[in-house]
């Protein structure tokens, strides 16, 4: 099994940033892409910002140029950087991880390990 925990969110003024994080323990080894995914209250989840296992990335167009995805292997650690925050961005951040070997699609179906979330409220 794999475990996910999540960790950074909190509240902030538009304009400000925050750096989520993700650590991975368990059988990590099966680990070969991971990604963050968001949930509005009211609304579906939604793809965020997906790594493959080469390190290629892709982002929703919805935060490009605002947010990044990184990963550090030797800490089993995912990151999103996150900047120049909206409003619109509030939700609850998920990190996820995948079996994939490729870059997946910000599909949820695609992800069979999820963390229990991290709130991140953008006040105007």
């Known amino acids: 099994q794999v475990q996910l925990v999540e960790s950074g969110g909190g509240s902030v003024q538009a304009g400000g940033s925050l750096r989520l994080s993700c650590v991975a323990s368990?059988?990590?080894?099966?680990?070969?892409?991971m990604g963050w995914f968001r949930q509005a209250t009211g609304k579906e989840r939604e793809g965020v910002a997906v790594?493959?296992?080469?390190?290629?990335?892709s982002h929703a167009d919805s935060v490009k140029g605002r947010f990044t995805i990184s990963k550090d292997k030797a800490k089993n650690t995912l990151y999103l950087q996150m900047n120049s925050l909206k409003p619109e961005d509030t939700a609850m951040y998920y990190c996820?991880?995948?079996?994939?070997?490729?870059?997946?699609?910000?599909?949820?179906?695609?992800?069979?390990?999820w963390g229990q979330g991290t709130q991140v409220t953008v006040s105007s």
């Open positions: 996820a991880a995948s079996h994939l070997l490729g870059l997946p699609t910000m599909t949820p179906g695609q992800f069979g390990y």
């Open positions: 368990g059988y990590t080894y099966n680990i070969k892409s």
């Open positions: 790594i493959g296992y080469s390190d290629a990335t």
